[in-house]
């Protein structure tokens, strides 16, 4: 991990600060993971709950809470399982582009 990257990650944890543990928890947990392309996390949410010991409920309510409040967005979808990757707001990524008035 270079230096950006643990930049990138105090970044996310001094945004979250009003979230409660566990959506903070799971926030950082997608920040960390490996991810694919599109910046989608390619792991399971059971998966995703036992790495860090909670229940698979716990998780899943928890990450519903936090998808609700704009921090993770919904990627991919195979089958069943769905896969999230951190919004723009999580990031601080500014994903508009302001207009230009046409003279």
């Given at each position: ?12 944890l001094?945004r979250?600060?009003?979230?409660t ?11 960390m ?46 089958a ?24």
């Amino acid at each position: 991990m270079n230096n950006d990257d643990k930049q990138k990650l105090l970044d996310i944890l001094h945004r979250t600060a009003g979230m409660t543990a566990n959506q903070r928890l799971v926030v950082m947990l997608y920040a960390m993971h490996p991810t694919d392309r599109g910046g989608a996390v390619i792991e399971t949410g059971a998966n995703l709950a036992r790495l860090v010991g909670m229940s698979p409920t716990v998780f899943s309510r928890t990450r519903r809470q936090v998808i609700g409040a704009g921090w993770l967005e919904e990627s991919d979808r195979l089958a069943h399982i769905s896969y999230y990757r951190l919004s723009a707001k999580c990031t601080g990524e500014d994903v508009v582009i302001p207009l230009r008035r046409a003279t």
